[in-house]
């Protein structure tokens, strides 16, 4: 299995539900990543995990909540999103270069379309 | 900090003419730089990376140190090459911050 699979591919939310955002990868990878991506704007970085540890969070409202339960799964929890939180939301995969190459490609999900009414 | 800029919002070609994606970056130490590209209704998925020096579908990027740049070529564009593609930087460190550059979207037309 060479892809990144996420799962919902749509959700709509009211702004006081609580959903998950879910995202798998069985390529051995074990950097894992969030992003969102508004309209005809490119992918922002959200969050990164390393070995199944957050190793980077640019600054997220804490209404978004990161998990990774084991090193092929990546959860995204979601409350009291507010109607600008709608966006698409990808997932991407990594290895971990440990060279002087520097870091590997990362392998991206189709993402989950995101609507918070 | 790092950053990317695509100067060019939209750029449309004729069938088998060249094409130039412009890209340049900010970073102060050794970065990483990429080519991704988003064909409608597919993911975002991997065009090339400066560090291979491949070829792909008839691309290619050099990076240019001095002048900051990473920009894509192809010598003959194709109808099939109409997408949107965004250069990225990553920087030091093995899972890192994958910075994009705001897209340009090639439009290519017979």
Same mark, same amino acid.
């Given at each position: 299995?060479?892809?990144?699979?996420?799962?919902?591919?749509?959700?709509?939310?009211?702004?006081?539900?609580?959903?998950?955002?879910?995202?798998?990868?069985?390529?051995?990878?074990?950097?894992?990543?969030?992003?969102?991506?508004?309209?005809?704007?490119?992918?922002?970085?959200?969050?990164?995990?390393?070995?199944?540890?957050?190793?980077?969070?640019?600054?997220?409202?804490?209404?978004?909540?990161?998990?990774?339960?084991?090193?092929?799964?990546?959860?995204?929890?979601?409350?009291?999103?507010?109607?600008?939180?709608?966006?698409?939301?990808?997932?991407?995969?990594?290895?971990?270069?440990?060279?002087?190459?520097?870091?590997?490609?990362?392998?991206?999900?189709?993402?989950?379309?995101?609507?918070?009414? | 900090?790092?950053?990317?800029?695509?100067?060019?919002?939209?750029?449309?070609?004729? *069938? +088998?003419?060249?094409?130039? !994606?412009?890209?340049?970056?900010?970073?102060?130490?050794?970065?990483?730089? #990429?080519?991704?590209?988003?064909?409608?209704?597919?993911?975002?998925?991997?065009?090339?990376?400066?560090?291979?020096?491949?070829?792909? *579908? +008839?691309?290619?990027?050099? !990076?240019?140190?001095?002048?900051?740049?990473?920009?894509?070529?192809?010598? #003959?564009?194709?109808?099939?090459?109409?997408?949107?593609?965004?250069?990225?930087?990553?920087?030091?460190?093995?899972?890192?911050?994958?910075?994009?550059?705001?897209?340009?979207?090639?439009?290519?037309?017979?």
């Amino acid at each position: 299995d060479t892809e990144v699979t996420q799962t919902p591919k749509h959700l709509v939310m009211g702004m006081t539900n609580k959903k998950s955002l879910k995202c798998e990868q069985h390529m051995g990878h074990r950097a894992m990543y969030w992003y969102k991506q508004k309209a005809k704007k490119p992918p922002e970085l959200m969050f990164v995990y390393s070995y199944e540890k957050l190793s980077i969070n640019e600054s997220v409202p804490s209404r978004f909540s990161p998990e990774c339960p084991n090193s092929s799964l990546l959860n995204l929890h979601l409350h009291a999103l507010q109607p600008e939180d709608s966006a698409l939301y990808l997932c991407a995969s990594s290895q971990l270069s440990w060279t002087t190459s520097g870091p590997d490609t990362q392998y991206f999900g189709p993402g989950t379309r995101l609507t918070v009414l | 900090a790092q950053r990317v800029t695509q100067p060019e919002k939209l750029l449309s070609v004729f *069938k +088998g003419a060249p094409v130039e !994606l412009k890209c340049n970056y900010s970073y102060s130490g050794s970065p990483e730089l #990429f080519w991704y590209v988003q064909y409608s209704r597919q993911r975002l998925q991997l065009l090339l990376r400066h560090i291979s020096r491949e070829s792909i *579908k +008839g691309f290619t990027a050099d !990076l240019n140190k001095g002048e900051t740049s990473f920009h894509l070529k192809k010598p #003959f564009a194709q109808e099939e090459d109409s997408a949107m593609y965004y250069c990225a930087l990553s920087g030091d460190g093995t899972a890192s911050k994958l910075t994009f550059g705001t897209g340009t979207r090639l439009q290519v037309t017979l």
